[in-house]
């Protein structure tokens, strides 16, 4: 009987065709070559097609939540961050620093949010040193870790496409009125700082080392 249902079965898709696949069922296997090359333009110089990443997902990552610890939002789709309309306000650079300052009634309005790409440590992790300004004496910098990756997605159409997902692995606090410079060595980076705090006028040099890894 089994036998006769199976034969049944495949002379009606020999003769009516199998249905068509659906949306969900075409599975992505791999990235195509133009995700493939937008995320290395991104681990290259922290751009999407061109566009510098917008500070404000900082916010999202807890740089200007002072008063919880730790990253409550840790992942961002950076390819539809940039050039969104949640983060539309202008974008100033100034030399290798980019910063946000959004204006009433703008969530974040009279707060300005500011990032240096680093570069990328040689297991692709991407290193960003940031500064907060809440438009009090303080400006809070921190560096972060973060890791880069295509992620498959279902768009609203229920089609498969790639999200560029930016993931903070790891924050390492500077201080307020942080000075000092970053330095990536294979996937050792080394914190060299001058200045720690708005009262330290020693000038005197600290050195630390944090190795970039994947938990």
Known sequence: ????????????MAVHGAPPPSHAAQTLTRPDAETSAL?????????????????GIFWEFGDGDLADAGNIWVTVNVAAATGSNVYFDDIAHDKNWFSQ????????AGE????AFQGATANGLLVVVTCYDG???????????????????????GKPYWQINLTMLRTVALGDRWNGDIKIA???ITIVTTRSGPTDDSGRRRTMTVTAERP
């Open 39 to 55: 995320v290395a333009e991104v681990r290259a110089r922290f751009t999407v097609h061109g566009k510098p990443v917008p500070p």
């Open 112 to 115: 300005e949010i500011s990032y």
């Open 1 to 12: 009987m089994i036998r006769w249902v199976l034969a049944l079965l495949a002379t009606l």
């Open 186 to 188: 294979g996937n050792a």
């Open 135 to 157: 438009g009090g004496s303080g400006r809070f910098y921190n560096m972060h870790i973060l890791d880069l990756a295509p992620a498959r997605a279902i768009d609203a159409d």
């Open 101 to 108: 300052k959004p204006q009433s009634p703008r969530p974040h």
